[in-house]
C-alpha cells in the first residue's frame, strides 16, 4: 500500500509523482499546468480542495 504523505492529493485524480534528481518525491496538480491561477505544487499535506477528484482505488498516480 501506498503510504498517504501528500494529503487528499494521494487519491486524487489530478496528481502526478514528480522524482528529482537527488531521490526526492514531490506531488505536483497538474490543473496547474492548464490553469495559471492554480499551484502547480500546493502545499502539503492537502487537507481540503475544490478540486479534488477522487482516483479509482487501483489506479496509480501518474508518474
Ligand atoms: S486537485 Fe487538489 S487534491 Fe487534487 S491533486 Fe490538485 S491540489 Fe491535490
Not at 2 to 25: E, I, K, P, Y
Not at 27 to 40: E, Q, T, V, Y
Not at 48 to 59: D, I, S
Amino acid at each position: 500500500m501506498a503510504t498517504q504523505r501528500f494529503g487528499l492529493c494521494d487519491s486524487c485524480v489530478h496528481q502526478q509523482l514528480v522524482r528529482s534528481g537527488r531521490g526526492s518525491t514531490f506531488s505536483m496538480c497538474r490543473i496547474g499546468l492548464r490553469d495559471p491561477d492554480w499551484p502547480k505544487y500546493p502545499r502539503m499535506p492537502v487537507l481540503r480542495c475544490p478540486r479534488y477528484e477522487a482516483r479509482p482505488p487501483q489506479a496509480a498516480p501518474e508518474r
